[in-house]
């Protein structure tokens, strides 16, 4: 198969460092060319799920914007910084969201957010044997508590839908795929 090219791209909208909206004209394999196909440009991001030594994992419940049904759980996480390694973005994102920091650490993988319209790259993380080395100093906009959790709970909450973003639950999920394969 091959892919579709990119044969220009031109902003439409751009909002700081958060968000730009780009018109692309691309070429598809057939020859056919799209004029205007909407892209969104937006931040990678991270997700990370940390085990402690005691087998707890740390979690969130909090708000956000975007889920308006009440709370959700969330892993810690954030953007990327320009010049960063996602790996490196986690291990700093994991210290300031929940004081925790982790030596050993397994990526999950790297998914697209919007297969057809960009919106950025998750990259998920599994931290295990995250121990407590600080205080947080989260600059997070939403009100949130952190909370322990067992693995049967951690199951319970991702079967429940309690993770309502999709990278959220695709992060718990994956975590505990590569926990029971490991175990």
């Known amino acids: 198969m091959k892919s579709w090219k990119t044969l220009s791209r031109s902003p439409v909208l751009t909002r700081g460092k958060f968000l730009t909206l780009e018109d692309h004209e691309v070429e598809l394999p057939d020859g056919r ?48 910084e320009p010049g960063e390694s996602p790996g490196a973005a986690a291990m700093r994102e ?26 950025g790259t998750a990259h998920l993380y599994l931290a295990r044997g995250a ?28 079967l429940a839908g309690e993770f309502k973003v999709l990278a959220w639950s695709a992060t718990a999920a994956l975590a505990l795929m590569h926990i029971n394969r490991t175990r």
Request: hydrophobic share 35%; net charge negative.
């Open 33 to 80: 060319v799209i004029k205007e196909w909407p892209w969104l440009v937006m931040p990678d991001y991270v997700n990370i799920i940390a085990e402690t030594p005691e087998g707890s994992f740390l979690c969130f419940r909090q708000t956000k914007y975007a889920v308006s049904d009440g709370t959700s759980l969330a892993p810690a996480g954030g953007y990327v």
């Open 94 to 119: 994991l210290r300031e969201e929940t004081g925790y920091e982790s030596a050993d650490w397994v990526h999950l993988g790297s998914f697209v957010a919007d297969g057809n319209r960009g919106g």
């Open 131 to 158: 121990r407590k080395t600080g205080t947080p100093v989260s600059d997070d906009l939403e009100e949130q508590e952190m909370r322990h959790m067992s693995k049967p709970e951690l199951e319970r909450a991702l």
